[in-house]
Protein backbone atom coordinates (compact mmCIF):
# COMPACT_ATOMS: atom_id res chain seq x y z
CA UNK A 1 0.00 0.00 0.00
CA UNK A 2 3.07 2.38 0.87
CA UNK A 3 4.79 1.44 -1.97
CA UNK A 4 1.50 2.16 -3.88
CA UNK A 5 0.99 5.71 -2.53
CA UNK A 6 4.90 6.88 -2.78
CA UNK A 7 4.91 8.17 -6.11
CA UNK A 8 1.69 10.01 -5.97
CA UNK A 9 3.31 11.52 -2.89
CA UNK A 10 5.69 12.38 -4.55
CA UNK A 11 4.10 14.11 -7.33
CA UNK A 12 2.36 16.02 -5.09
CA UNK A 13 4.84 17.18 -3.52
CA UNK A 14 6.91 17.74 -6.93
CA UNK A 15 3.95 20.01 -7.83
CA UNK A 16 3.67 21.97 -4.69
CA UNK A 17 6.89 22.87 -5.00
CA UNK A 18 6.01 24.21 -8.28
CA UNK A 19 3.14 25.81 -7.34
CA UNK A 20 4.88 27.41 -4.50
CA UNK A 21 7.41 28.59 -6.89
CA UNK A 22 5.25 30.16 -8.58
CA UNK A 23 2.88 32.09 -6.54
CA UNK A 24 4.58 35.42 -5.97
CA UNK A 25 5.30 35.53 -9.74
CA UNK A 26 1.36 34.91 -10.28
CA UNK A 27 0.86 37.48 -7.49
CA UNK A 28 2.63 40.14 -9.75
CA UNK A 29 0.71 39.24 -13.02
CA UNK A 30 -2.36 39.50 -11.15
CA UNK A 31 -1.54 43.08 -9.45
CA UNK A 32 0.48 44.98 -12.38
CA UNK A 33 -2.03 47.51 -14.00
CA UNK A 34 -1.77 46.78 -17.36
CA UNK A 35 -3.83 49.77 -18.34
CA UNK A 36 -1.62 52.15 -16.80
CA UNK A 37 1.79 50.16 -17.02
CA UNK A 38 4.36 52.90 -17.40
CA UNK A 39 7.88 54.24 -16.57
CA UNK A 40 8.38 56.23 -13.57
CA UNK A 41 10.62 59.14 -13.92
CA UNK A 42 14.46 57.58 -14.18
CA UNK A 43 13.40 53.96 -14.89
CA UNK A 44 14.56 53.88 -17.96
CA UNK A 45 18.02 55.36 -16.86
CA UNK A 46 18.04 52.57 -13.86
CA UNK A 47 18.07 49.83 -16.90
CA UNK A 48 20.66 51.37 -18.59
CA UNK A 49 23.13 51.74 -15.79
CA UNK A 50 22.32 47.56 -15.14
CA UNK A 51 22.30 46.39 -18.23
CA UNK A 52 25.73 48.40 -19.08
CA UNK A 53 27.81 48.23 -15.61
CA UNK A 54 26.60 44.96 -15.21
CA UNK A 55 28.52 43.48 -17.99
CA UNK A 56 31.09 45.37 -16.83
CA UNK A 57 31.36 43.57 -13.44
CA UNK A 58 30.75 39.89 -15.47
CA UNK A 59 33.60 40.16 -18.12
CA UNK A 60 36.08 41.24 -14.33
CA UNK A 61 34.26 38.48 -13.05
CA UNK A 62 34.85 35.59 -15.60
CA UNK A 63 38.56 37.18 -16.76
CA UNK A 64 40.05 36.95 -13.08
CA UNK A 65 37.07 34.14 -11.58
CA UNK A 66 38.23 31.46 -14.28
CA UNK A 67 42.22 31.65 -13.77
CA UNK A 68 41.14 31.63 -9.89
CA UNK A 69 38.58 28.57 -10.48
CA UNK A 70 40.79 26.49 -12.23
CA UNK A 71 44.04 27.28 -9.85
CA UNK A 72 41.75 26.04 -6.64
CA UNK A 73 40.12 22.73 -8.90
CA UNK A 74 43.92 21.82 -9.97
CA UNK A 75 46.01 22.66 -6.84
CA UNK A 76 46.28 21.80 -3.10
CA UNK A 77 48.55 23.96 -0.82
CA UNK A 78 49.21 23.81 2.87
CA UNK A 79 46.44 26.09 4.41
CA UNK A 80 43.90 24.79 1.79
CA UNK A 81 41.40 25.84 4.21
CA UNK A 82 41.92 29.03 4.78
CA UNK A 83 41.32 29.80 1.30
CA UNK A 84 37.84 27.62 1.24
CA UNK A 85 36.62 29.27 4.72
CA UNK A 86 37.60 32.73 2.53
CA UNK A 87 35.56 31.95 -0.14
CA UNK A 88 32.33 30.52 2.00
CA UNK A 89 32.72 33.91 4.53
CA UNK A 90 32.88 36.26 1.04
CA UNK A 91 29.83 34.12 -0.05
CA UNK A 92 27.57 34.10 3.44
CA UNK A 93 28.77 37.80 4.84
CA UNK A 94 25.41 39.66 4.41
CA UNK A 95 24.99 41.78 1.55
CA UNK A 96 24.65 45.11 3.71
CA UNK A 97 27.95 43.74 6.11
CA UNK A 98 29.72 43.37 2.29
CA UNK A 99 28.86 46.88 1.61
CA UNK A 100 30.21 48.18 4.67
CA UNK A 101 33.08 46.48 4.26
CA UNK A 102 33.60 47.90 0.99
CA UNK A 103 32.90 50.96 2.51
CA UNK A 104 35.51 50.38 5.45
CA UNK A 105 38.25 49.62 2.36
CA UNK A 106 37.31 51.73 -0.28
CA UNK A 107 35.61 54.47 0.74
CA UNK A 108 37.10 58.20 1.12
CA UNK A 109 38.33 57.65 4.63
CA UNK A 110 39.49 54.06 3.72
CA UNK A 111 43.34 52.76 3.25
CA UNK A 112 42.42 51.79 -0.45
CA UNK A 113 39.88 54.68 -1.05
CA UNK A 114 42.34 57.30 -0.23
CA UNK A 115 45.35 55.93 -2.48
CA UNK A 116 42.40 55.30 -5.59
CA UNK A 117 41.26 58.76 -4.94
CA UNK A 118 44.91 60.67 -5.26
CA UNK A 119 45.15 58.80 -8.33
CA UNK A 120 41.32 59.85 -9.72
CA UNK A 121 39.39 56.81 -9.17
CA UNK A 122 36.33 57.68 -6.50
CA UNK A 123 34.94 54.02 -5.72
CA UNK A 124 31.74 55.71 -3.55
CA UNK A 125 28.68 56.58 -5.35
CA UNK A 126 30.05 56.37 -9.00
CA UNK A 127 30.61 53.91 -11.89
CA UNK A 128 33.07 52.16 -10.82
CA UNK A 129 31.96 51.40 -7.22
CA UNK A 130 28.76 50.14 -8.57
CA UNK A 131 31.01 47.98 -10.94
CA UNK A 132 33.14 46.82 -7.43
CA UNK A 133 30.05 46.06 -5.52
CA UNK A 134 28.35 43.86 -8.33
CA UNK A 135 31.79 42.04 -8.65
CA UNK A 136 32.16 41.51 -4.81
CA UNK A 137 28.72 40.16 -4.79
CA UNK A 138 28.96 37.97 -7.71
CA UNK A 139 32.68 36.66 -7.37
CA UNK A 140 31.96 34.29 -5.02
CA UNK A 141 29.33 32.03 -6.49
CA UNK A 142 30.90 32.41 -9.59
CA UNK A 143 34.33 30.87 -8.33
CA UNK A 144 32.87 27.92 -6.62
CA UNK A 145 30.53 26.69 -9.54
CA UNK A 146 33.06 27.22 -12.03
CA UNK A 147 35.47 25.27 -9.72
CA UNK A 148 32.94 22.41 -9.74
CA UNK A 149 33.05 22.43 -13.64
CA UNK A 150 37.08 22.17 -13.85
CA UNK A 151 37.12 19.79 -10.94
CA UNK A 152 34.56 17.95 -13.30
CA UNK A 153 37.43 17.39 -15.96
CA UNK A 154 39.42 14.72 -15.82
CA UNK A 155 43.29 15.33 -15.20
CA UNK A 156 44.43 12.52 -16.67
CA UNK A 157 43.33 14.51 -20.68
CA UNK A 158 45.06 17.75 -19.54
CA UNK A 159 48.03 15.21 -18.84
CA UNK A 160 47.65 13.75 -22.20
CA UNK A 161 47.71 17.15 -23.93
CA UNK A 162 50.99 17.88 -21.69
CA UNK A 163 53.20 14.91 -23.04
CA UNK A 164 51.68 15.81 -26.54
CA UNK A 165 53.74 18.58 -26.57
CA UNK A 166 51.39 21.51 -25.48
CA UNK A 167 51.99 23.94 -23.06
CA UNK A 168 49.80 24.25 -20.12
CA UNK A 169 48.53 27.57 -21.62
CA UNK A 170 47.15 25.78 -24.39
CA UNK A 171 46.36 22.71 -22.79
CA UNK A 172 44.19 24.89 -20.45
CA UNK A 173 42.65 26.53 -23.65
CA UNK A 174 42.06 23.38 -25.73
CA UNK A 175 41.47 20.84 -23.26
CA UNK A 176 39.90 22.13 -19.79
CA UNK A 177 37.82 25.36 -20.73
CA UNK A 178 35.98 23.25 -23.99
CA UNK A 179 35.64 20.11 -21.31
CA UNK A 180 34.42 22.90 -18.55
CA UNK A 181 31.88 24.60 -21.03
CA UNK A 182 28.55 23.57 -19.26
CA UNK A 183 29.86 24.21 -15.99
CA UNK A 184 31.40 27.41 -16.70
CA UNK A 185 27.81 28.36 -18.67
CA UNK A 186 26.03 28.04 -15.67
CA UNK A 187 28.24 30.27 -13.58
CA UNK A 188 28.66 32.61 -16.09
CA UNK A 189 24.47 32.28 -15.98
CA UNK A 190 24.48 32.36 -12.18
CA UNK A 191 27.11 35.40 -11.66
CA UNK A 192 25.09 37.56 -14.12
CA UNK A 193 21.76 37.33 -12.15
CA UNK A 194 23.42 37.61 -8.89
CA UNK A 195 25.13 40.98 -10.18
CA UNK A 196 22.19 42.32 -11.93
CA UNK A 197 19.95 41.97 -8.97
CA UNK A 198 22.65 43.21 -5.97
CA UNK A 199 21.18 45.64 -3.96
CA UNK A 200 22.48 45.86 -0.22
CA UNK A 201 26.10 46.10 -1.52
CA UNK A 202 25.18 48.58 -3.89
CA UNK A 203 23.03 50.30 -1.41
CA UNK A 204 25.48 51.12 0.82
CA UNK A 205 28.93 52.04 -1.37
CA UNK A 206 26.77 53.05 -4.93
CA UNK A 207 23.34 54.88 -4.50
CA UNK A 208 24.13 56.57 -7.05
CA UNK A 209 24.68 56.06 -10.50
CA UNK A 210 20.81 54.23 -9.29
CA UNK A 211 20.57 50.57 -11.35
CA UNK A 212 17.79 48.70 -11.12
CA UNK A 213 17.39 46.98 -7.33
CA UNK A 214 18.05 50.60 -5.85
CA UNK A 215 15.58 52.74 -8.28
CA UNK A 216 12.80 49.71 -7.50
CA UNK A 217 13.38 50.80 -3.55
CA UNK A 218 13.42 54.30 -4.68
CA UNK A 219 9.82 53.89 -6.35
CA UNK A 220 8.71 52.11 -3.81
CA UNK A 221 9.03 54.67 -0.86
CA UNK A 222 8.48 57.79 -3.35
CA UNK A 223 5.38 56.90 -5.58
CA UNK A 224 3.64 53.27 -3.89
CA UNK A 225 3.88 49.69 -5.19
CA UNK A 226 2.13 50.18 -8.42
CA UNK A 227 5.12 52.56 -9.21
CA UNK A 228 7.16 48.91 -8.76
CA UNK A 229 5.91 46.61 -11.62
CA UNK A 230 6.94 48.23 -14.55
CA UNK A 231 10.62 48.22 -13.83
CA UNK A 232 10.21 44.77 -12.22
CA UNK A 233 8.80 43.32 -15.24
CA UNK A 234 11.66 44.88 -17.27
CA UNK A 235 14.45 43.01 -14.44
CA UNK A 236 13.06 39.98 -14.72
CA UNK A 237 13.25 40.37 -18.89
CA UNK A 238 16.72 42.07 -18.84
CA UNK A 239 17.87 38.49 -16.21
CA UNK A 240 16.71 36.05 -17.79
CA UNK A 241 17.79 35.75 -21.87
CA UNK A 242 21.61 34.94 -20.77
CA UNK A 243 20.26 32.28 -18.21
CA UNK A 244 18.01 30.45 -20.72
CA UNK A 245 20.05 31.34 -23.73
CA UNK A 246 23.12 29.40 -22.07
CA UNK A 247 20.40 26.74 -21.10
CA UNK A 248 19.39 26.70 -24.39
CA UNK A 249 22.74 26.08 -25.51
CA UNK A 250 24.03 23.66 -22.55
CA UNK A 251 20.94 21.37 -23.89
CA UNK A 252 21.48 21.09 -27.40
CA UNK A 253 25.22 20.77 -26.92
CA UNK A 254 23.98 17.56 -24.39
CA UNK A 255 21.21 16.60 -27.57
Known sequence: MIDALRPRLTTFAAVLALLLLAAPFAGL??????????????????????????????????????PLAWWLARHRVRGQWLIDALLLLALLTPPL?????????????GP??????????????????????????ALPYYVLAARAAFEG????????????GHSPARSFF???????RLGLAAAVALAWVRAL???????IVAYYPQGIPVKLWVNLQDVGLQAVYP?????????LPLPLALGLAVRRRLA
Open 112 to 137: AGQVLERAGLLLTNSAPAFVMAQFYA
Open 174 to 180: HVSLPLA
Open 29 to 66: VVATDWRHLGFAHGDAGAVAVSLGLSLVALLLIALLGT
Open 97 to 109: AMGLLLATMYGPY
Open 231 to 239: LLWVFFLVA
Open 197 to 203: GEFGVVL
Open 153 to 164: VPRELEQIALTL
